[in-house]
């Protein structure tokens, strides 16, 4: 009795420092970095942001994983999430609403691979890593030739009457669409079957914004819209001059202006 | 640790836990047939356990469990050396417990289920603890046990549990406003009720909880309510200290010695018996400490100690301190924000429960009656850890990978 006593009062401080140290190494260890698991890509400038964790929240807030500074983005916007069946968005009580491919979002939402995503008027198409790995030859659809003359004609800086007579353009980046600008002097952009540019989207106000000519040069004005106009990302309270590329944000839609002359 | 790279560490858990067990089950009496059959069905559960964990979910690591069989398996000896009529119960409970941890597991393995879970549980806490309020008699000046039968159960250590299950549900990325505030409203009540029972120890551990809760959410302006809510707790702890329990407690901290046979007993023989102890203790089942009041339940640090040796209490130590990190460890880069929050809630609170009570019977803190987790004798207590311990399981990507509810990673 008195051996084994002994023998239990030697011995169990030293199984037990084994038993612990086996398993420290372990518990120390701590999660994987989670690879990219998919991407948020930016309509207005094409950035693809990485999607890390299974659930990624977007929001103005810094506490968000994706910080977006729009005004019409809410602290706490949305929140995107991998489940087993695929992806989600969830709105969590956003102000101006989270759309999918111009769906609103009640409260959660299957969302696809290549789906559009407009948070506020933040537009991104989403990207399944898993989808892109599995087919890697993929490659987005082309964008539509986006004007009818050619690269020079709108890159060069020599304007040459005799080739086109189309000097201004306005893109629609979501849908490829091109409008001319040259035969009008004030172009109305919005919802309302007036408008010139009508863009059938819950977030684009029925007068969203007017385009009027002052001599050679194009300017933007914003009609009180709800949502707001955003020029170059900055939003416009009074009337701006548009440069060539510059990027129109309507209600989340992107368009691009497009001048041969300035 | 995957795959059969447990197995050494098991032969080892498993020989630690036979030489310990030997101890109490041979003694100059003969060999006690009862306590031989508890340990080895409680080994048994562990190989068992591990065998099916291991085929079931192959890349996760077993060693959490371990931390806690290792532990649990030093309080059923430590009662088995006090008193071996008690042995019985207590391993029921720690089954039990060991149960609850399956279960939760498989309950928060599913995040819709969990969030469907989160209003039912809130119910249910609230009102296990005013049917607590309603029934409890006075224990050691606390209204927090209830009696039914020849058994008594504490329902404010089970509270816990639903306390981190709706935090964490509540607070997690995907819910709204309201739920948040019915969250706010839900801790509250708790609390409150927490406080109308008198039971000081665990109005702490859930105050500290909600601090880890508070600070998890954090850049946003509701924290600010949370941590308002959290201040307006520890006023409420200031009043409740005017009790006359209360004070007589804090009257003793850091005078022990003045009275060291009256409101100092306890921690005086603490500190004798463990540095009687020394290194590897006098042997199980041959401390003095055991003797005393509470001996297997707040003083069990001190009867470590004093029969297994200081070793094996630094040992113990660290045990919730790798269970802390752990959580921490794992918080970091965990698939929900669910999982994230109520795993460093529990591995928080099982720490600082530690700390209570060890700083506690030390008198290095005043002496709050918190148990030692998975080792202080008591079923609520074990049942408890044991459902705390799958909120960190759950937040380890290992012990989701290739099961049917989590897809792989893309790397």
Redesign the interface.
Known sequence: ?EF??????????F??????L????????????????GYLVNSANGDRIPLK???T?VGR???CDIVLSYNTVS??HA?L????KGWYV?D??SKTGTFINTQKVDSRAEVENGDSIVFGNAVFRFVD??VE?QMPHFEPEPVPKLYIADEEFFTGDVWSDSKNSASCAIINDSTGETFLLDNFQTCLIGRSSEAQIQIDFPSVSRNHALLSRQGNRWLIEDLDSTCGTFLNSNQIYDVQKLANDDILDIGGNTLVFKSNRY | MTGAKWLPTLILLTAFQVLSAGQVVISKDGISKQSAIIFGLYIAIEWIYTIVSSIVRKKASPALEFVAFFLTGIGLVIVASVDEKLLKTQFVAVVIGFLCYVFLLWLISSMDRAMAMRLPMGIAAIGLLIITLALATNRNGAYNWIYIGSFSIQPSELVKVAFIFVGAAALEKLQSTRSLTQYIAFAVVCIILLFLMKDLGTALVFFFTFLILAFMRSGDIRTIILVCVAAAMGAALVVLVKSDYVIRRFSTYRHIWDDMDGSGYQQTRVLIYSVSGGLFGVGIGHGKLKNIFAATEDLVFGVLCEEWGILMGIIVILCFAFIATHSIKCAIGCRYAFYTIAAVAAGGLLLFQASLNIFGVTDFLPMTGITLPFISRGGSSAISCWSLIAFIKAADNRTWLGSRYHTEVVE
């Open positions: 009795m084994f006593t002994i023998v239990g009062r030697y011995f169990l401080p199984i037990a420092f084994f038993v612990l086996n398993c420290a190494f372990s518990l120390l260890k701590g999660n994987k970095k989670t690879g990219t698991l964790g299974f659930e929240s807030s810094n506490s602290r706490f929140v999430s991998k489940h087993k969830a969590t009580n890593a898993l790995q």
